[in-house]
């Protein structure tokens, strides 16, 4: 069982390699790292503050993705990401 597995039905935070940012529920994996997130938003992050664009149902190949980490559901709840202001991610490759 890989470890991504292990975050299947959690709600997980996704870093792909061209700096976007997806929050969703993983549903599924596969052996090359494919992911697919339900209920997926999109952070924009910026310094006007962290637009939140929902793309629903959302499928990320395992080449675009950088990271992927499990969120704390009481944490990312007490937080309004709408008054984050941060620069955008960069590229992690040209």
Do not use: F, W
Not at 7 to 30: P, Q, S, W
Not at 67 to 85: C, F, N, R, V, Y
Request: glycine share 8%.
């Amino acid at each position: 069982m890989s470890l991504l597995q292990s975050y299947v039905n959690h709600k997980v935070h996704v870093i792909t390699v061209d700096g976007r940012v997806m929050v969703g529920t993983l549903r599924g994996t596969d052996q090359t790292a494919n992911v697919i997130l339900e209920k997926c938003e999109e952070r924009v992050y910026s310094h006007e503050g962290t637009e939140v664009v929902p793309l629903g149902l959302y499928l990320i190949r395992g080449d675009n993705v950088c990271t992927i980490g499990e969120l704390d559901s009481e944490q990312e709840e007490a937080i309004d990401i709408t008054q984050i202001k941060a620069d955008p991610l960069m590229p992690t490759r040209l």
